[in-house]
Structure formats: structure tokens, C-alpha cells
């Protein structure tokens, strides 16, 4: 292909070539000049004030050096975006969809890519995208077991973690679901998870049955190929056993991850968990949380994924998607998102592999004690099969709602 094609050929017509960024600045240039003017939505979680004052940060950045309009469309549930693309399929909108951007991963990837919801491949057309190294790290382009096949783009990572008050349980807190539950039965109240289908708390769910269930390979295929009650008859037995020990008797739960770090905060909890390594360190940064405050992860590891955007079939502006897909993935934006003033979300870039000043960029204090040991975070469990998490959530509210 010339280079005088590619400065005439439609966008469309330009991404039909699967192209490796790095080979093809000329066609990069081309998604840049088409990007230029386009308003993006991005429909994206905005359940954390953090999250939603680095996205603002992003959309200023990318309205000045790419004169791209960010739009961030603030979704309680992601399954909303999910929904929305299927419903303007159903209706025949093929060309003009209301979503641009979505941030999903799991299970809402899973649905997208199976109902044919999803533009791509593109992500190794983003020149950013070779900064995740991914020949050394597939997580970046693995969701939930299931090959991403460039249909998203990684840009950030997570892993439970859990985080107490040392001033009150001193050094030894539970390292493992049975002494959680012997810890709870001594310490009623202070502690629980936030309410079913929250993700936060759907990972609490799968991370139990990986310790609890009598092995665990079934969880890395679909669900309907296993014997659901059998797998997880652990599951609720332990729940059954564990609900009457937590804040407010298993009545109630918090609605999500934020709300649970303000029960941490205002004293109503000493042990709660996040899906941020890091974010314990940046509330205690941000004096939501005492500086006796610590994090560790469990003994034998605990879940961690990575997070993706990904741009629906029937974005008219997939160019603008593309250009705000790929500044997510660039030193400056993973830099700052990691930063623990900031939100303190973990970088998918390979930092090992940048250069010295780039790299200088991503060092944080290493002694912070509300952080966890970076050894500890080597200790990441994978996730299911997106089919496992609909099924849990399923089951956990026939068995417990209205209790």
C-alpha cells in the first residue's frame, strides 16, 4: 500500500489492514488527523471521586494535544454500556452508536465478544500498545481466561488486597479464609463485603470458592460444564456460616468498594479488602484512613486481572476511541494513574523494559507501610470463567436476598 493511498483512504477502509504500529507511523498519523474534531463517549465507572478526577485529567489532555473531545458518560454498572450496544444492534444501528469507549473486562467482554458487539481488532495498532510487552506478559492480552485478540486494550491492573487497622488487630490479621471466618466469629461487625453483583464483592465470592472448593480446574471452564451445586456447596456453607458475624449480621452490605473504605474510615470496620493494592496507601495519603493502616494480600496469593477499554461495532468515531486508548497506555498517563496522590492504579506498561528517565517516572517509596511488599503482589491468582461470576451472582441473591 503507497503512501499516497493512505492519505486518501477512509478510515474504515485504513483499519481494515492489520497493521503493527510500530511498522506504520504513516497509517497512525492517518487515525490522528481522522481523530481530530471527534467527541468520544466513554462510558466508564464512576463509582470513586479518584477515578473520576483522572479521567477528568485525561480528557483536558487529550482535548489539547489531539483536539479530541472526552466525554466521560458515568455508569454505575457496566452492563448498562453492555446493554445499550446490544439493544442499538437489535434496533439496526450499525454505523451510529452512542457509545464509543466502554471499560469493562470479564464477564461484560465475554458478552460483548460473543453477541459480535465489539470493533477490532485494533489494539496493536495503538503505537503505546508494544509498551505492555505482551509476548512476556499475556495477561494484557488475556480477560478472564479468554484470548482478547485485540478487541481491547489493557490500561490498568488489579488484585485484592486486604488492608486493617493495626492499630486494633495488631501484626497478624487473617491469611486465609478460614481464619477470616475464626476472626469474624471473635470480632462480630467488623468486617464484610459490599452486596451482590458488585464486582468488588463478586471477587470476594470467587476468591472464597478457589480456597474453599475441592480443587478448583471446573472454575477455568464454562460454568455449564461443571456441576454448579456440587463446586460450590463450600462456598455457601461458608457464607452460611460466616453472614451472622458481619457488619450489621449479614442484613446489609455496603454498596461497593468506596463505601466499604468509608466504614474503614469512620471506624465501623478494622478489616476490609479492595481490588487496588495501592489504594489503602492513597487514602491514607488523603486522610480517609489512619496511618496504622497496613495491606497483604493472603496466603497463597489472592485474584488479580487486568482492565481493558474496549470500542463497540458501531462507533462513528472509532479514530478518537483509538487516539484516547492509546494516551491511556503512554508513560506520561500510566505514570500518574499509578501515582498514589492521584488514584495509586497499578501500570500495565512492562516498566522493566523502558528507559531510565521514562522508568524514573513510575518509582514510588518502597517502605510505605500501608502498601504491600511487591513480592507479596507476585502471588496472583487468575481469574475464572467469565461464565462463573454471572452464576455466582445469580445464586448468592437467590440465596440471600430480603435476608
Known sequence: MSQRLLRVLPLAALLAYPLHAASAPQEWESVLDEARGQ????????????????????????RDEYEVELVHVKIDDTGSAVSRVLAERSAGNHDDGSVDLVWLNGENFAAMKENDLLYGPFAEQLPNFALTHPEHNPEVVTDFTLPTEGYESPWGKAQITFYYDAAELGEEPPRSMAQ????????????????????LGSTFL???LIALADGSAALYEPVDQSDFEAVT???WDYLDALHPHLWRSGRQFPANGPELRRLMSDGELALAFTFNPAEPAAAVANFELPESTRSYVLDGGTLGNVHFVAIPFNSPRRAGAMVVANFLLSPEAQARKQDLSVWGDPTVLDVTRLDAETRALFEQESDNPALPAPEALAQTLPE????????????????????
Open 39 to 62: 467527541a468520544v463517549y466513554w462510558h466508564a465507572w464512576a463509582g470513586d471521586t479518584r477515578i473520576n478526577d483522572y479521567i477528568d485529567w485525561v480528557k483536558r489532555r487529550v
Open 180 to 199: 477470616l471466618l475464626a476472626w469474624a466469629e471473635i470480632n462480630p461487625g467488623r468486617f464484610t463485603y459490599p452486596r451482590i453483583p458488585d464486582f
Open 206 to 208: 470467587k476468591q472464597a
Open 233 to 235: 456447596a463450600p462456598l
Open 384 to 403: 475464572p470463567h467469565p461464565s462463573w461470576m454471572k452464576a455466582l451472582q445469580e445464586a448468592w441473591r437467590t440465596r440471600y436476598i430480603g435476608r
